[in-house]
Protein backbone atom coordinates (compact mmCIF):
# COMPACT_ATOMS: atom_id res chain seq x y z
CA UNK A 1 0.00 0.00 0.00
CA UNK A 2 1.70 3.64 -1.01
CA UNK A 3 0.44 5.11 2.09
CA UNK A 4 2.18 2.55 5.00
CA UNK A 5 5.39 3.82 6.71
CA UNK A 6 7.03 1.00 5.22
CA UNK A 7 6.75 2.83 1.62
CA UNK A 8 7.25 6.34 2.75
CA UNK A 9 10.80 5.52 4.91
CA UNK A 10 12.95 5.28 1.49
CA UNK A 11 11.75 8.86 0.10
CA UNK A 12 12.41 10.52 3.81
CA UNK A 13 15.49 8.51 3.95
CA UNK A 14 16.25 9.96 0.28
CA UNK A 15 14.89 13.64 1.35
CA UNK A 16 16.83 13.65 4.37
CA UNK A 17 20.34 12.97 2.54
CA UNK A 18 19.83 15.69 0.24
CA UNK A 19 18.70 17.84 3.23
CA UNK A 20 22.33 17.03 4.59
CA UNK A 21 24.39 17.61 0.90
CA UNK A 22 22.69 21.18 0.92
CA UNK A 23 23.40 22.23 4.74
CA UNK A 24 27.19 21.06 3.68
CA UNK A 25 27.52 22.73 0.86
CA UNK A 26 26.31 25.88 2.61
CA UNK A 27 29.23 25.45 4.64
CA UNK A 28 31.31 25.11 2.41
CA UNK A 29 30.47 28.00 0.54
CA UNK A 30 30.30 30.06 3.61
CA UNK A 31 34.03 29.11 4.08
CA UNK A 32 35.25 29.58 0.74
CA UNK A 33 33.80 33.04 1.02
CA UNK A 34 35.97 34.43 3.67
CA UNK A 35 39.70 33.93 1.86
CA UNK A 36 37.74 35.68 -1.27
CA UNK A 37 36.41 38.69 0.96
CA UNK A 38 39.73 38.98 2.23
CA UNK A 39 41.49 39.14 -1.38
CA UNK A 40 38.31 41.65 -2.55
CA UNK A 41 39.70 44.12 0.10
CA UNK A 42 42.97 43.80 -0.34
CA UNK A 43 42.65 44.42 -3.94
CA UNK A 44 39.87 47.36 -3.62
CA UNK A 45 41.33 48.76 -0.38
CA UNK A 46 37.79 48.23 1.34
CA UNK A 47 39.20 47.35 4.52
CA UNK A 48 41.38 50.94 4.50
CA UNK A 49 39.10 53.33 4.80
CA UNK A 50 41.28 56.07 4.56
CA UNK A 51 44.06 55.07 2.23
CA UNK A 52 47.77 55.56 2.99
CA UNK A 53 49.32 58.87 1.85
CA UNK A 54 52.87 56.96 0.60
CA UNK A 55 54.45 60.10 -0.23
CA UNK A 56 53.85 61.68 2.93
CA UNK A 57 56.64 60.23 4.58
CA UNK A 58 58.61 61.76 1.99
CA UNK A 59 57.43 64.98 1.99
CA UNK A 60 57.89 65.50 5.65
CA UNK A 61 61.80 64.79 5.06
CA UNK A 62 61.80 67.30 1.80
CA UNK A 63 59.72 70.27 2.73
CA UNK A 64 60.42 73.63 4.27
CA UNK A 65 59.18 74.48 7.80
CA UNK A 66 57.18 77.97 7.74
CA UNK A 67 57.92 79.96 10.72
CA UNK A 68 55.91 82.88 9.72
CA UNK A 69 52.81 81.20 10.57
CA UNK A 70 50.85 79.09 12.81
CA UNK A 71 47.71 76.88 12.82
CA UNK A 72 45.64 75.65 15.80
CA UNK A 73 45.13 72.02 15.26
CA UNK A 74 42.03 70.47 17.36
CA UNK A 75 41.30 67.35 17.92
CA UNK A 76 38.34 65.51 18.48
CA UNK A 77 36.79 62.10 19.26
CA UNK A 78 33.40 60.12 18.72
CA UNK A 79 32.92 56.54 19.75
CA UNK A 80 29.85 54.56 18.42
CA UNK A 81 29.70 51.56 20.07
CA UNK A 82 31.81 50.66 23.96
CA UNK A 83 34.36 52.20 23.20
CA UNK A 84 36.38 54.87 25.58
CA UNK A 85 37.79 57.25 22.62
CA UNK A 86 39.83 60.53 23.42
CA UNK A 87 42.74 62.50 22.62
CA UNK A 88 45.41 62.80 24.87
CA UNK A 89 45.29 66.40 23.98
CA UNK A 90 42.78 68.80 22.85
CA UNK A 91 44.89 71.11 20.86
CA UNK A 92 48.09 71.96 19.00
CA UNK A 93 49.89 74.92 17.93
CA UNK A 94 52.00 73.62 14.37
CA UNK A 95 54.49 75.58 11.64
CA UNK A 96 53.02 74.63 8.49
CA UNK A 97 55.52 71.72 6.85
CA UNK A 98 56.53 70.88 10.82
CA UNK A 99 56.35 67.44 11.04
CA UNK A 100 54.00 66.76 14.88
CA UNK A 101 53.09 63.60 16.76
CA UNK A 102 49.73 63.32 18.79
CA UNK A 103 48.14 60.74 20.44
CA UNK A 104 44.81 58.85 20.79
CA UNK A 105 43.61 56.59 23.68
CA UNK A 106 41.14 53.68 23.26
CA UNK A 107 40.03 51.27 26.07
CA UNK A 108 37.62 48.28 24.49
CA UNK A 109 34.79 48.11 27.35
CA UNK A 110 33.54 44.72 25.94
CA UNK A 111 34.22 41.71 27.59
CA UNK A 112 35.25 40.21 24.31
CA UNK A 113 37.81 41.39 21.17
CA UNK A 114 36.51 43.66 18.75
CA UNK A 115 37.81 45.31 15.86
CA UNK A 116 37.24 48.62 14.67
CA UNK A 117 37.94 51.35 12.45
CA UNK A 118 38.69 55.10 12.62
CA UNK A 119 37.32 57.36 10.12
CA UNK A 120 38.94 60.91 9.91
CA UNK A 121 37.08 64.00 9.12
CA UNK A 122 38.49 67.46 8.62
CA UNK A 123 37.24 71.07 9.42
CA UNK A 124 37.27 73.00 7.58
CA UNK A 125 36.94 70.37 4.36
CA UNK A 126 39.24 72.22 2.07
CA UNK A 127 41.83 71.59 4.90
CA UNK A 128 41.96 67.94 3.73
CA UNK A 129 43.96 67.93 1.24
CA UNK A 130 47.19 69.83 2.74
CA UNK A 131 46.52 67.57 6.27
CA UNK A 132 49.54 64.80 5.23
CA UNK A 133 49.72 62.04 7.67
CA UNK A 134 52.98 59.83 7.40
CA UNK A 135 51.57 57.53 10.38
CA UNK A 136 48.02 56.81 11.62
CA UNK A 137 45.55 53.90 13.01
CA UNK A 138 43.06 55.13 10.65
CA UNK A 139 45.15 53.59 8.01
CA UNK A 140 43.62 49.87 8.94
CA UNK A 141 41.41 48.13 11.33
CA UNK A 142 42.56 47.84 14.72
CA UNK A 143 41.90 44.66 17.04
CA UNK A 144 41.43 45.41 20.77
CA UNK A 145 41.04 42.57 23.02
CA UNK A 146 38.25 42.53 25.83
CA UNK A 147 39.03 45.34 28.37
CA UNK A 148 42.41 46.50 26.60
CA UNK A 149 43.54 50.00 26.48
CA UNK A 150 45.75 51.56 23.70
CA UNK A 151 47.64 54.45 22.81
CA UNK A 152 47.59 55.52 18.75
CA UNK A 153 49.47 58.15 17.46
CA UNK A 154 48.87 60.19 14.65
CA UNK A 155 52.05 61.55 12.65
CA UNK A 156 51.24 64.53 10.25
CA UNK A 157 52.92 67.66 8.34
CA UNK A 158 50.05 70.56 7.37
CA UNK A 159 51.26 71.67 3.64
CA UNK A 160 52.52 74.86 3.67
CA UNK A 161 50.94 75.90 0.82
CA UNK A 162 47.63 75.55 2.52
CA UNK A 163 45.75 78.86 1.87
CA UNK A 164 46.56 81.81 4.71
CA UNK A 165 43.42 82.00 5.45
CA UNK A 166 43.41 78.75 7.06
CA UNK A 167 43.97 79.37 11.01
CA UNK A 168 42.30 76.70 12.72
CA UNK A 169 42.09 73.14 11.74
CA UNK A 170 40.02 70.71 13.67
CA UNK A 171 40.71 66.57 13.18
CA UNK A 172 37.73 64.73 14.44
CA UNK A 173 38.15 60.41 14.53
CA UNK A 174 34.83 58.23 14.72
CA UNK A 175 36.18 54.74 15.85
CA UNK A 176 33.63 51.98 15.29
CA UNK A 177 33.33 48.54 15.21
CA UNK A 178 33.30 46.57 12.21
CA UNK A 179 30.73 44.19 12.37
CA UNK A 180 31.79 40.50 11.77
CA UNK A 181 35.38 41.16 11.13
CA UNK A 182 36.43 39.44 14.23
CA UNK A 183 34.42 36.24 12.68
CA UNK A 184 36.56 36.65 9.78
CA UNK A 185 39.96 37.09 11.71
CA UNK A 186 39.59 33.95 13.53
CA UNK A 187 38.34 31.60 10.72
CA UNK A 188 40.65 29.41 9.44
CA UNK A 189 42.43 30.50 6.11
CA UNK A 190 42.34 27.71 3.13
CA UNK A 191 45.82 26.55 2.38
CA UNK A 192 46.26 26.01 -1.81
CA UNK A 193 47.01 22.17 -2.17
CA UNK A 194 48.51 23.44 -5.29
CA UNK A 195 51.23 25.60 -3.72
Excluded at 27 to 45: H, N, S
Excluded at 126 to 145: D, Y
Excluded at 154 to 171: E, H, N, R, S
Amino acid sequence: MPGTPDAAAPKRARQLSILAVVIVAMFAFGYALIPVYRAICRVTGINNATPLDESAAAFAKSTQVDLSRSITVQFDANARGPWQFKPLQNEVSVHPGELTTVKYDVTNQESRAMQAQAIPSYAPQAAMPFFRKVECFCFQQQTLKAHETREFPVVFVIDPKIPKDVATITLSYTFFEVPGAAALNSAPAVVNAHG
